[in-house]
C-alpha cells in the first residue's frame, strides 16, 4: 500500500521547520518537499498542495488563505496552524483532548485548524470548568500567559538573537495590550464563555516555553471547590490522555515557563486554597503549542496512534 503524502507548505519556518523534524524519522509517511528557490513560487506549491494526502500549512494567515484556495481537487485533507481559520465553519478545532470524538470528528475531517499556542494553554485549564458547569459562562476570566521568543516566528527570532537586540527586549514585554489578541476568538468559543477573558500575554527573553495562568475566587464556581479540590476534578477530566496532565501544587512550587519546552506535554498545575485558585498550563509553544499538536493531528487523520513520533 503507498504511504501517505504529507507536504508542509512553509517548510523553512519556525514551525514548518519542527513538524519536518517530527517527521523525519518517520516511514509511515512520504514527505514530499519544495525546492528551496521555488518555495514561495505559486505554480510549484500549487503543484504539491494538489499531490499531498495532507498539508500543513505552516504560513502567514493571508498565505495560508490562498493555499486553501489553490487545492482544486477533494481529497487534500488540511492542517492549518495559522490563525486564519480557527473559528470558521467546516474546520474542526484541532484540540483532541476537548474533543467527545477526536477520531470521528478531527480523524475523520477534510479541514483541521490547529489551536493558537496561547488559546491551548488557556482552553485546556478553562474549557472543562466550564463544560462541567463549575465556571459559570459568564464569569469574568482574567488570563496572563508568558511566552518565549520563537512564539513570534522568524521575524521575532531574528530580533531576540541579532546582533542589534535593544535593551527593551533583555526584559519581559507585555504585548496585546488593545486587548484584542488574535487569539481572544477562540478562546471564547471553545471555552463555551458568553465573553472573552481580559488576556494579556508577555514575550520574554528565552527561546521557548509558555506558562498559561487564569485565575478565580472560588466562591464563585458552583459547590465552591476548593484549589485542590479542582486539581481533582480536572485530573479525572483528562485521565488516560498522554499529552495533557494534571497536578496540584501543594509545594507552593515556581512555576518556570520552559518546565515542558522540548517536549509535546502539557501539564496544568493547579494553585491556591479554599477562597482562590490559579490555574496554570506549561508547555512549549512549539510544541503542543503548534508542531507538536500538529503531528498529533496529522496522526489522528490518518487513524494512527495519536502519540506516534511525539516528544513525551
Ligand atoms: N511560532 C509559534 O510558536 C507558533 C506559530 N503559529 C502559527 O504558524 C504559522 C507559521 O508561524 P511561524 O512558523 O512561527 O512563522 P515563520 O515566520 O517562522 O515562518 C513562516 C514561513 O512561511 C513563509 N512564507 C511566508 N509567506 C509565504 C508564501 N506566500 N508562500 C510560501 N511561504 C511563505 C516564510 O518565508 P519568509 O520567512 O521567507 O517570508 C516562513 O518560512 C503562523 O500563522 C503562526 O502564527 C501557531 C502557533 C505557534
Ligand atoms: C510571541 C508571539 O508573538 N506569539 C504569537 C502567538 C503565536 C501563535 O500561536 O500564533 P498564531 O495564532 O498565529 O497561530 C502572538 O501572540 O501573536
Not at 484541532?94 to 470524538?101: A, T, V
Not at 531576540?160 to 488574535?182: Q, S, V
Request: aromatic share 8%; hydrophobic share 40%; with cysteine.
Amino acid at each position: 500500500m503507498s504511504k501517505p503524502k504529507i507536504y508542509i507548505d512553509g517548510q523553512e519556518g519556525t514551525t514548518g521547520l519542527q513538524i519536518r523534524q517530527r517527521l523525519s524519522s518517520r516511514y509511515d509517511i512520504e514527505l514530499l518537499t519544495i525546492d528551496e528557490e521555488k518555495r514561495k513560487d505559486t505554480e510549484a506549491r500549487k503543484a504539491l498542495l494538489n499531490e499531498a494526502d495532507i498539508v500543513f500549512l505552516c504560513l502567514p494567515d493571508k498565505a495560508a488563505r490562498e493555499a486553501v484556495r489553490l487545492i482544486e481537487n477533494d481529497h487534500t485533507r488540511v492542517i492549518d496552524a495559522s490563525t486564519a481559520h480557527r473559528t470558521v465553519n467546516g474546520w474542526a478545532y484541532g484540540l483532541p483532548e476537548l474533543c467527545r470524538y477526536p477520531v470521528e470528528v478531527i480523524g475523520k475531517a477534510m479541514r483541521v485548524a490547529n489551536p493558537g499556542c496561547h488559546a491551548t494553554g488557556f482552553l485546556a485549564a478553562a474549557a472543562p470548568l466550564v463544560s462541567l458547569h463549575i465556571l459559570p459562562p459568564d464569569y469574568p476570566l482574567t488570563c496572563y500567559s508568558l511566552t518565549g521568543y520563537s512564539g513570534g516566528g522568524r521575524k521575532m527570532i531574528a530580533e531576540y538573537e541579532g546582533e542589534e537586540k535593544g535593551k527593551e527586549l533583555y526584559a519581559p514585554r507585555i504585548y496585546g495590550t488593545d486587548l484584542h489578541h488574535k487569539h481572544l476568538a477562540e478562546m471564547t468559543k471553545y471555552a463555551g464563555l458568553d465573553m472573552p477573558p481580559i488576556f494579556c500575554p508577555i514575550v520574554d527573553d528565552y527561546y521557548c516555553g509558555m506558562a498559561t495562568t487564569i485565575m478565580f475566587y472560588n466562591k464563585y464556581l458552583r459547590g465552591q471547590p476548593t484549589a485542590e479540590e479542582i486539581a481533582l476534578i480536572l485530573s479525572a477530566y483528562y485521565a488516560g490522555q498522554k499529552l495533557i496532565s494534571v497536578t496540584y501544587g501543594r509545594e507552593n512550587p515556581m512555576l518556570s515557563a520552559n518546565r515542558l519546552a522540548g517536549t509535546d506535554r502539557l501539564e496544568l498545575v493547579v494553585c491556591g486554597h479554599e477562597d482562590q485558585t490559579i490555574v496554570t498550563a506549561l508547555f512549549d509553544n512549539l510544541g503542543k503549542g503548534a508542531s507538536g499538536a500538529a503531528v498529533q493531528n496529522m496522526n489522528l487523520m490518518l487513524g494512527l496512534d495519536e502519540i506516534t513520533g511525539l516528544n513525551l
